[in-house]
């Protein structure tokens, strides 16, 4: 079981990308790396890619935000349900990071509050869902890693732009955790380390080929913040 704690917190904003004091296990050293590699350099110092446009400077919508918030779930609740429906991945469940039933209620407050009709899936995300299922373990653990983890780290400097720019300062549920968010990421890390143990050096070799892939589908989530 994962440790969690009673209270409700919205974690404070941490960077995923900061170095560990000690790097150690396959998803410190050589998922973080791959990882990193793909950041640019305005998201995290050891980033490699050119800085893109900043956040700070996209012009969402409230019709798009809402866009984002639907694809989100599609994706979450997919990533659930192979973590639900694989004993191999049964280390993954509740581990407090799951996102679906907090997208739930953010999708119902924009209907309730906004007087906006929840929107249609986009074909990005359903096919993001689609795929998920059908990858071997190893690369749909890269996609789990760099999904849940980027949440906790960029998706929340977004989140908090959102809230800024679009509704004068109100955090979603999207954004907040049932205890904190430090000790989930550890216990899960340490669960992604356990499984990678066991694999060979081609599926290690297979889970880190996946990076690439995994932000080009979730960063095509993005497109309707950008708008």
């Known amino acids: 079981a994962f440790a969690s704690r009673a209270s409700r917190s919205v974690a404070r904003l941490s960077v995923m990308t900061a170095p560990a004091a000690k790097a150690e296990g396959f998803v410190q050293t050589e998922m973080r790396k791959a990882a990193m590699d793909l950041h640019t350099r305005d998201q995290a110092r050891e980033g490699k890619q050119r800085a893109q446009k900043p956040v700070a400077k996209?012009?969402?919508?409230l019709s798009g935000y809402l866009q984002f918030l639907v694809d989100s779930r599609v994706v979450y609740e997919a990533m659930e349900r192979v973590v639900d429906e694989s004993e191999a991945l049964a280390g993954l469940r509740n581990t407090g990071l799951e996102r679906t039933k907090a997208l739930d209620a953010d999708i119902a407050w924009f209907e309730r509050e906004k007087g906006l009709a929840a929107p249609a899936p986009s074909a990005a995300a359903e096919q993001y869902a689609t795929d998920?299922?059908?990858?071997?373990?190893?690369?749909?653990?890269?996609?789990?890693?760099?999904?849940?983890?980027?949440?906790?780290?960029?998706?929340?400097?977004?989140?908090k732009q959102m809230s800024d720019m679009l509704l004068d300062g109100f955090v979603l549920e999207f954004y907040k955790w049932d205890g904190e968010v430090s000790e989930m990421l550890a216990a899960t890390r340490a669960e992604i380390d356990?499984?990678?143990?066991?694999?060979?050096?081609?599926?290690?070799?297979?889970?880190?080929?996946e990076t690439a892939a995994t932000f080009k589908s979730s960063g095509g989530l993005l497109a309707s913040l950008k708008a």
């Open 132 to 159: 998920l299922p059908a990858m071997a373990l190893p690369a749909f653990i890269c996609h789990f890693y760099n999904y849940y983890f980027a949440h906790t780290a960029g998706g929340r400097m977004i989140g």
């Open 194 to 209: 356990r499984m990678a143990a066991g694999w060979s050096d081609a599926e290690r070799a297979e889970c880190l080929a």
């Open 58 to 61: 996209w012009t969402p919508t």
